[in-house]
């Protein structure tokens, strides 16, 4: 009975309000806006020409990573798992085109030395044409890494690069050509390299109008090419502007804007962007049925994307039964889908990420072997010198004789525990990884053998590795520990490594209670400002 008088309580004040009307004194609420069909029609057909095929595939944003790290939650990535990737994509049996949009040199400022991060930008441009990149567009932060020099020499190499954008500085010529033609089997497509403005004092300067720019660079290409691509680490709002003011183009591949987004069609061309970190590789396969000015559609024509399938799937097949009747389906799915593609350039696009089902033997493992094996060789030398003063690193084994109450607190923590998450991956010897889950390695007065006993007193995140050496402290003047800022936990906790990292609710994980004294009115256990 109570819950019908409050339903009939309920009812009533609804009725009377009714009764009343509205409030003449209140504001009225804006019309909503008329609802945006958020699909795309297909654009009229254009020049009806033989179908081809063509299999697009774009690479960004790398930023100095060699293999797949275990920080982050997806373990992908690494240019071994890319080649059999790559191989993969051959073995299907369409002309292959591989770009990469740049940003791919530089690891971070951070967490790299000016030398260390030059060696590494060099490999990763020799593991680049080792893969077979087509084309690059170089970015701002490639230019950081190695240097126009640096570029130019792997250009000298045999990696073509791109850039209409980029100007001598002194001179006002283009630093690299506007536009490059890429023949395979008979295919031509041309690319236009699109690079973001550098920074300051690198001798290069960006073109004055990024649109004006890239129009000049398609007017340049001949005529008669199959596709015509836009691939850059522009802006986002820049990247809208060319796919929207430049004709001619067919494609816009770009590295991801404020955030990653799926294909999509802007100004009767598609857009497809790169997740970054080398984790996913963006595969297009590519059905030209009409001139590179026809634009390409991405997804428009499920059929296509239906018959892509089919064709990935009949190339892991053995001759037999099952194939035949594959051949069957992909016959008819092709005639059913030749009439609606007549005319119009169809893309089916996939973020393909390079996980643990692609691991095995690759040729460029070798390159990369060698250059762990230099920084394991320059750990050694860097431990060799002069520490900032006489002592060097002391260990937390040294460091719990006064300060037990931290020391019990930090055995608590992830840091504590860091090395042993390298163990269970057996990546504790990786010259790549070491550094951030030990103390003092490759540092002046640290450690550089990566022994079962070396890892055991420098393992760990210790007090050190935030504080800075304090063997001698506090009989040595200059071992004083260092205030632990938002920066220097950035030499580990990157974007790549630690993609969810929070400064302030990090520290909380693993901030040191500090030391109760006499009359200061800090009660044993409270935690350090």
């Known amino acids: 009975m109570s819950r019908q008088r409050s339903l009939c309580s309920m009812v009533a004040v609804w009725l009377l309000g009714a009764c009343v009307g509205e409030d003449p004194n209140?504001?009225?609420?804006?019309?909503?806006?008329?609802?945006?069909?958020?699909?795309v029609a297909p654009r009229p057909p254009g020049p009806i020409v033989p179908a081809r095929r063509v299999t697009l595939v774009l690479t960004g944003e790398v930023r100095g990573e060699l293999e797949p790290c275990g920080c982050p939650t997806l373990p992908?990535?690494?240019?071994?798992?890319?080649?059999?990737?790559?191989?993969?994509?051959?073995?299907?049996?369409?002309?292959?085109?591989?770009?990469?949009?740049?940003?791919?040199?530089?690891?971070?400022?951070?967490?790299?030395?000016?030398?260390?991060?030059?060696?590494?930008?060099?490999?990763?441009?020799?593991?680049?044409?080792?893969?077979?990149?087509?084309?690059?567009?170089?970015?701002?932060?490639?230019?950081?890494?190695?240097?126009?020099?640096?570029?130019?020499?792997?250009?000298?190499?045999?990696?073509r690069l791109s850039s209409a954008t980029w100007l001598h500085e002194a001179t006002g010529a283009p630093v690299f050509p506007a536009a490059v033609v890429v023949e395979r089997e008979g295919l031509k497509v041309g690319v236009v390299g699109l690079s973001a403005p550098p920074r300051e004092g690198a001798g290069v300067v960006a073109a004055p109008d990024t649109v004006a720019a890239a129009?000049?660079?398609?007017?340049?290409?001949?005529?008669?090419?199959?596709?015509?691509?836009?691939?850059?680490?522009?802006?986002?709002?820049?990247?809208?502007?060319?796919?929207?003011?430049?004709?001619?183009?067919?494609?816009?591949?770009?590295?991801?804007?404020d955030s990653f987004d799926e294909p999509r069609q802007l100004g009767g061309v598609a857009w497809v962007e790169v997740a970054p970190r080398g984790r996913y590789v963006s595969v297009a396969r590519v059905r030209l049925g009409s001139t590179a000015g026809q634009g390409v559609e991405a997804e428009a024509e499920p059929g296509w994307?239906?018959?892509?399938?089919?064709?990935?799937?009949?190339?892991?097949?053995?001759?037999?039964?099952?194939?035949?009747?594959?051949?069957?389906?992909?016959?008819?799915?092709?005639?059913?889908?030749?009439?609606?593609?007549?005319?119009?350039?169809?893309?089916?696009?996939?973020?393909?990420?390079?996980?643990?089902?692609?691991?095995?033997?690759?040729?460029?493992?070798?390159?990369?072997?060698?250059?762990?094996?230099?920084?394991?060789?320059?750990a050694k030398a860097q431990v060799?010198?002069?520490?900032?003063?006489?002592?060097?690193?002391?260990?937390?084994?040294?460091?719990?004789?006064?300060?037990?109450?931290?020391?019990?607190?930090?055995?608590?923590?992830?840091?504590?525990?860091?090395?042993?998450?390298?163990?269970?991956?057996?990546?504790?010897?990786?010259?790549?990884?070491?550094?951030?889950?030990?103390?003092?390695?490759?540092?002046?007065?640290?450690?550089?053998?990566t022994t079962p006993s070396a890892l055991r007193t420098w393992g760990g995140v210790q007090c050190e590795a935030c504080h800075g050496p304090l063997k001698g402290h506090p009989r040595v003047a200059e071992a004083a520990p260092q205030p632990v800022t938002e920066a220097t936990c950035l030499g580990c906790h990157d974007a790549?490594?630690?993609?969810?990292?929070?400064?302030?609710?990090?520290?909380?994980?693993?901030?040191?209670?500090?030391?109760?004294?006499?009359?200061?009115?800090?009660e044993e256990g409270a935690v350090e400002p």
Request: glycine share 12%; with cysteine.
């Open 26 to 39: 209140k504001t009225p609420l804006p019309e909503l806006p008329p609802v945006v069909n958020a699909v």
């Open 76 to 159: 992908f990535g690494g240019f071994p798992r890319r080649e059999r990737l790559l191989s993969a994509l051959q073995d299907e049996g369409a002309p292959l085109v591989q770009l990469d949009a740049g940003d791919a040199l530089l690891r971070g400022l951070a967490t790299s030395k000016a030398g260390e991060r030059e060696e590494r930008g060099a490999l990763i441009l020799k593991l680049m044409g080792a893969v077979g990149v087509d084309v690059m567009a170089p970015g701002a932060s490639d230019l950081q890494a190695v240097g126009l020099a640096g570029l130019k020499e792997a250009e000298a190499a045999g990696l």
């Open 215 to 257: 129009r000049a660079a398609v007017a340049s290409l001949p005529e008669g090419l199959d596709l015509i691509v836009a691939l850059g680490n522009l802006p986002e709002v820049e990247a809208r502007r060319v796919l929207e003011e430049v004709p001619g183009l067919s494609m816009g591949l770009f590295t991801q804007g």
């Open 305 to 378: 994307a239906a018959l892509v399938g089919l064709l990935v799937r009949r190339e892991r097949l053995e001759a037999g039964e099952a194939r035949d009747q594959l051949d069957a389906k992909i016959a008819a799915l092709e005639a059913e889908l030749g009439a609606k593609a007549a005319g119009r350039n169809l893309a089916a696009v996939e973020s393909r990420p390079l996980g643990s089902d692609l691991d095995g033997p690759a040729k460029v493992s070798a390159a990369i072997d060698d250059y762990k094996g230099v920084r394991v060789s320059q």
């Open 384 to 449: 060799e010198e002069a520490p900032p003063h006489s002592a060097g690193y002391a260990t937390s084994g040294e460091c719990v004789r006064c300060h037990s109450l931290q020391f019990a607190r930090w055995t608590y923590t992830p840091h504590a525990k860091a090395v042993s998450s390298l163990s269970r991956r057996g990546e504790q010897q990786n010259p790549e990884c070491v550094g951030c889950h030990t103390t003092g390695y490759a540092e002046p007065g640290g450690f550089a053998e």
């Open 496 to 522: 790549a490594n630690s993609p969810n990292f929070d400064y302030t609710s990090y520290l909380r994980q693993v901030i040191c209670p500090a030391d109760p004294k006499p009359g200061d009115g800090v």
